[in-house]
């Protein structure tokens, strides 16, 4: 008489659910250990989150790879099978395996579907189609063929059940990506070739660091986890030719959201602002700072803005920070690398762009207070705030708006399916603007587009090296693109240049188009929004 294999491993049913719950507990591990050393939820998932972003973008880098080894996968099973259909058992200590695999990799898939639900949206297809072949290969390996039991025993009847069912669960994680596995699913617009959103240029660039003295003060507050980091200013240069028509070049200060004090995560960002003839500063602040917090505090945060005594703290670094800037970057005092690089040219602060993301585009502010002291920025301002957090409300660390130039523009930029930020901060941020001409302060929305393979998802990580997809370049590195030319070219007085890319950081089509899939149907494009707090009812509850 054919034995099922289930009903091999029933003898063995106590000794099976304890590996499998091994496996489930190995799955969830570190979140949990991160949790109960005192983290919150999100940081307690960060890790594992970080890691399934780099897995799926390799999955997306290595189609043919996956391909193999999905192909590889299921040889191999069918032979497991072919083994089984002859009445040879598996080796116990391969069932015991299969077990605890089972156990690691239900884990992950119901990590990864809890990711989905709070910062993936639906983003990608490849990893839950690999957590779908393997799951029906241990299924098929464990279990063999799934069918209907003659024997009526309860716990045999409900083992074939939850057998039946994880194979149907298994084939409907693999179905969606089959389209991207065989090549057949549309594919989003590579990135432009030529223009805003193509290959930094024209210029080459060289970088340098400069380590700043911080504080005392917060020196003393800094957590455990940066305090392994040597905060400076990453200095970015254009190497210039000798013919370039002006002998000044404009400044970029760009500041990392939290967490994130990280150069590598922004190379990209700073390498399409340098690139068009800019010097560019990343600033690294200390974000995971523990000031002392009065018992008797009490946290506001409304209307974009929170009095939080870590904004005082931090504030405090972009003082310094910005000091360090001056020192290097101008007069007698410049550093040795700014003398070789730019030579008898020198940096212009008058011509000026502010950046940020996350809490460093929140930090725009800050950044901005430090300006208008300085009196930079008092010829052309470009402000760029992408996917920002809450602002400082202190009296004290408000910028002077009054100082802002005539010729200043703003862009606050967020994905529509940023889950880390809510929008209201950015259209509260916009309303600081009131006193500018309306085309000038746009709030843009990257919608995401499930359309085809890879999927376009708009992120709160979005301006990160790490995301840097089709929806950063033609929704993200395209505008900086326009927004350096726009600085620069006020800076040379070439009003060519300086029209044209104007014409891209307005409310116009070559603002909002973001290309075309494979098959010629749209991307969907950049919504665009003055105004939002009172003319926009999307954002009426802010």
Known sequence: MNVSPWQRLNSNSAFHTVLFFCGLFLSV??????YLSG???????WPYAYRTLIWTMNLRDNM?????FVSVLLFFTFLVLQRQLKGHENPRWANALGMILLGILIGFIVLYFALDVFYLRGAFLLLPTLYGFLLLTILLMVGGFPHVPKESKPLLVGKHVLHIAGVFFAAWLVMPGIPALVGMAPSPPPAPRIGYGADPGPFTTSMSIHPYTMPQEVEDIREETESDIDFSVYL???HLPEDIPSLSIPLAVLSHGWGYPTYEEYTDWIAHLSAKGMAVAFIQYPSDIAPNIEDNFEAVDEYGASNWPHHVYRAKAFQAAFDEIETIGFGDSRSE???SILGNHTIDPSHLWLGGHSLGGAYVFLS???SMEREWGNETLFLDFESPWTRPSQLELQPNMS???ESTMVHIAQGIDDMSVDPCYSVHHQAMFSMLPQEHVLFIELQSDLYGFPRLVGSHYLPTDSVHDTLADWGVYRRIDAQADWVVARSRGDVITESWAYEHLIHSPLLTNMGQWSDGVDVLPLLIHHEALIRSEKFSHC
């Open 29 to 34: 591990v570190e979140p949990l250990a991160r």
């Open 39 to 45: 983290k919150s939820i999100s940081d307690s998932i």
């Open 64 to 68: 043919f790879l996956l391909t193999l």
């Open 236 to 238: 970015t240069l254009p």
């Open 337 to 339: 690398f700014v003398d």
């Open 368 to 370: 901005l207070y430090e």
């Open 403 to 405: 100082r802002l130039p």
